[in-house]
Structures are given as structure tokens and as C-alpha cells.
């Protein structure tokens, strides 16, 4: 079995950083690419950025410049560092993956239960 938790939300004043974390647990041989999501209340999903098996990243460009998408291949993890976060960065944060169980297993995609972040003015 194999589970996304996501970690790290929380309340923040404006200007201020938080950085997620979103750890893949059970049987995991690699996350193959793992990518971010954000909801808030009324509005349809978004994207907020994606790092590759091959470490490369991108973000959405209403964040680019203030979030970056690392990992940690040993700790099977992946991070969103946000700084400069503005009122409008609130919402839930979902982290969505394609893991491989073994160096043979075909890959499976997974969602965290997310976790919420709340920037205040």
C-alpha cells in the first residue's frame, strides 16, 4: 500500500514562507514526477508546478519566482517552498504523484488528502 501525505500548512501573514511537504509512504521504490495542486473555495482546481524524474521543474506562472518544487529522492518526498505568500495563495494544497512500488512495476498515480494553507492580510 502506498499513501501521499502532505504536511506543512498552515495559517501565515502576508509576505511570509511555508514549505509543504508531500512524502510518499508503504512500498515505494520512486516517484517518477510529482506535481502540485491548489483549490480555493469556489474556484476550479490549479495548477502550481511539477518537478520530473529527471529533477526538471516548472511552475505556474502566477507563482513563478516565489515557489520552487525540489525532492528528495532518498526521503521519497517532494517539497513546495512558498515565500512572498499573498492573500490569494490561500487554499487547499494537493500533491499528486506517479510512483513505481518496484524497479519493475508499472507506475500509479496518487493524491494526497491535502493540506491547507492560509495567508492573511
Known amino acids: 500500500q502506498v499513501q501521499l501525505v502532505e504536511s506543512g500548512g498552515g495559517l501565515v501573514q502576508a509576505g511570509g514562507s511555508l514549505r509543504l511537504s508531500c512524502a510518499a509512504s508503504?512500498?515505494?521504490?520512486?516517484?517518477?514526477?510529482g506535481v502540485w495542486y491548489r483549490q480555493a473555495p469556489g474556484k476550479e482546481r490549479e495548477w502550481v508546478g511539477i518537478?520530473?524524474?529527471?529533477?526538471?521543474?516548472d511552475t505556474a506562472n502566477s507563482v513563478r519566482g516565489r515557489f520552487t518544487i525540489s525532492r528528495d529522492n532518498a526521503k521519497n518526498t517532494v517539497y513546495l517552498q512558498m515565500t512572498s505568500l499573498k492573500p490569494e495563495d490561500t487554499a487547499m494544497y494537493y500533491c499528486?504523484?506517479?510512483?513505481?512500488?518496484?524497479?519493475?512495476?508499472?507506475?500509479?498515480?496518487?493524491w494526497g488528502q491535502g493540506t491547507q494553507v492560509t495567508v492573511s492580510s
Open positions: 518537478i520530473t524524474s529527471a529533477g526538471i521543474t
Open positions: 508503504g512500498s515505494v521504490f520512486s516517484i517518477d514526477a
Open positions: 499528486n504523484a506517479d510512483i513505481r512500488q518496484s524497479s519493475s512495476s508499472f507506475r500509479r498515480n496518487y
